[in-house]
C-alpha cells in the first residue's frame, strides 16, 4: 500500500522558516516526479514545486522561486520542501504528491504542474503564518 505521510506544518510567524515533510512507503518512485501542491480556503489548488525522483531536477512555480527549495533524500525515501520567509499569504494545507508527470494521456498533456497528473497523495499538512 503506497503512502505518502507529510509532517512538519504548523504555526510561524511572518518571516520565519519551515521545513515540510513528506515519507514515501510502499513502493519506490524512481520514474516518478515528486511534487507540493497548496490549497489555501476559498481558492484552488496551487502547485508549489516538484523535484524529479531521478536525477534531483526541481521546478518551481515563479512567486515562490528563492524562498522555497524542494529536496529528496532517497536514502530516506523523503522529500522535503524548506519554506524561508513566509508571508501570511503563504497560509494553507500543503500536500505531496507522486506521479508520472509530464505525460501524454489519451491525448492530454499532463505537466508537473498539474495535480490531476499525478496518482497518489498525502493527506496533507496546515502551514500558518501570522503578520
Known amino acids: 500500500q503506497v503512502q505518502l505521510v507529510e509532517s512538519g506544518g504548523g504555526l510561524v510567524q511572518a518571516g520565519g522558516s519551515l521545513r515540510l515533510s513528506c515519507a514515501v512507503s510502499g513502493r519506490t518512485f524512481s520514474s516518478y516526479t515528486m511534487g507540493w501542491f497548496r490549497q489555501a480556503p476559498g481558492k484552488e489548488r496551487e502547485f508549489v514545486a516538484a523535484?524529479?525522483?531521478?536525477?534531483?531536477?526541481?521546478y518551481y512555480t515563479d512567486s515562490m522561486k528563492g524562498r522555497f527549495t524542494i529536496s529528496r533524500d532517497s536514502a530516506k525515501n523523503t522529500v522535503y520542501l524548506q519554506m524561508n520567509s513566509l508571508k501570511p499569504e503563504d497560509t494553507a494545507v500543503y500536500s505531496c504528491?507522486?506521479?508520472?508527470?509530464?505525460?501524454?494521456?489519451?491525448?492530454?498533456?499532463?505537466?508537473?504542474?498539474?495535480?490531476?497528473?499525478?496518482?497518489?497523495w498525502g493527506q496533507g499538512t496546515q502551514v500558518t503564518v501570522s503578520s
Open positions: 504528491a507522486a506521479g508520472p508527470v509530464p505525460r501524454y494521456y489519451s491525448g492530454t498533456y499532463y505537466p508537473r504542474s498539474s495535480a490531476t497528473g499525478y496518482d497518489y
Open positions: 523535484i524529479a525522483w531521478s536525477g534531483g531536477n526541481t
